[in-house]
């Protein structure tokens, strides 16, 4: 079985301050992992996945995530806040283990950017 | 190109009435996903087809739930009977050959569902 659990559920920056949100998988395989972003009354847009080629994996919009097998995280992080970055964002995982590529989301962090 | 669509975008019915939700994935997709998107629970699987093959099932929540993937390509998820715990918004989400965990799945804007 696999999980994953997302430590904040609101976050709240600054424009032009960095970003972090936290993430942590449970997973029986070696997982593949993305981070989605939800606008309002917008569908799921990809960010950014992780499948094994790098542990630093670098996403649309200036965003990058870093796998850390050890600690079981791939955090979400961006050096400087747009106002368009305020949005839910997801991390996702996705186990190779099981038939289908079936998601698992985390609960979502929700980012206010302050101007 | 074209994405997922999906309609209609809001649905409001009445507790008991039965709902049906359509998806249509980006062409050529073989597979298809729908997931629900509630308050208590986050964003959750209900059920997934890869071309003919046997749907997987094993997300629905109960036997209210169907889907149908008619010729490959649109579905339709149709719950009976309709609870207020259904409230909630249905995302479709579909995906190319083949079908791994490297594939991103591409979703559509979903459907937001209110039972009064």
């Known amino acids: 079985a696999q999980s994953v659990t997302q430590l904040d559920s609101h976050v709240s920056v600054s424009e032009g301050t960095p970003v972090l949100l936290r993430c942590n998988y449970s997973s029986s395989y070696s997982p593949s992992l993305f981070w989605y972003v939800q606008h309002p009354n917008k569908g799921l847009q990809l960010l950014l996945k992780y499948t094994s080629a790098a542990t630093l994996v670098k996403g649309i919009n200036g965003f990058e995530a870093e796998f850390k097998k050890s600690e079981t995280s791939f955090h979400l992080t961006k050096p400087s806040a747009h106002m368009s970055d305020a949005a839910e964002y997801f991390c996702v995982v996705s186990d190779p283990g099981a038939a289908g590529n079936k998601l698992t989301f985390g609960g979502g962090t929700r980012v206010l950017v302050k101007p | 190109g074209a994405g997922v669509s999906q309609s209609p975008s809001n649905k409001v019915t009445e507790k008991g009435k039965d709902v049906e939700l359509r998806c249509d994935p980006i062409s050529g997709h073989t597979a298809l996903y729908w997931y629900r998107q509630s308050l208590g629970q986050g964003l959750e699987f209900l059920i997934y087809?890869?071309?003919?093959?046997?749907?997987?099932k094993s997300g629905l929540p109960s036997d209210r739930f169907s889907a149908e993937r008619t010729g490959g390509s649109v579905s339709t998820l149709t719950i009976q009977r309709t609870q207020q715990e259904d409230s909630a918004v249905y995302l479709c989400?579909?995906?190319?050959?083949?079908?791994?965990?490297?594939?991103?799945?591409?979703f559509g804007p979903g459907t937001r569902l209110t039972v009064l």
């Open positions: 087809f890869q071309g003919n093959s046997a749907p997987d």
């Open positions: 989400a579909s995906s190319s050959s083949p079908v791994n965990s490297y594939n991103e799945q591409f």
